[in-house]
């Protein structure tokens, strides 16, 4: 199983960025999705899921409003729009495929990580 993630770069406090997440190695429509990023010296948090359809999304509260996660079954792509970025979101953005049905949230419900695209919000 293959998670490239990319998109990362440096932008300004308010612009946009979409960071894409092509996966191989598995049937992509049989997996809930998600987003997650670490800080420099933080925990990795969670950002967005995403169902196997599509249909329901989750967003962390720090996101919400200005992330939209989705998805491209298809295409076997994973996307996550950010608008209205802000310097606090500056980190490593890592996409993962779920095996489990923990909460969206939880890591452990992720079996499957990317290797992360980095992600700077100069203010």
């Known amino acids: 199983v293959q998670l490239q993630a990319s998109g990362g770069g440096l932008v300004q406090a308010g612009d946009s960025l979409r960071l894409a997440c092509v996966a191989s190695g598995l049937t992509f429509s049989n997996h809930g999705m998600g987003w997650f990023r670490q800080a420099p010296g933080k925990e990795r948090e969670f950002v967005a899921g995403?169902?196997?359809?599509?249909?329901?999304?989750y967003y962390s509260d720090s996101v919400k409003g200005r992330f939209t996660i989705s998805r491209d079954n298809a295409k076997n792509t994973l996307y996550l729009q950010m608008d209205s970025l802000k310097p606090e979101d500056t980190a490593v953005y890592y996409c993962?495929?779920?095996?489990?049905?923990?909460?969206?949230?939880?890591?452990?419900?992720?079996?499957?990580w990317g290797q992360g695209t980095l992600v700077t919000v100069s203010s």
């Open positions: 995403i169902k196997w359809n599509g249909i329901s999304t």
């Open positions: 993962a495929a779920r095996n489990t049905g923990l909460n969206y949230s939880d890591q452990r419900s992720y079996g499957y």
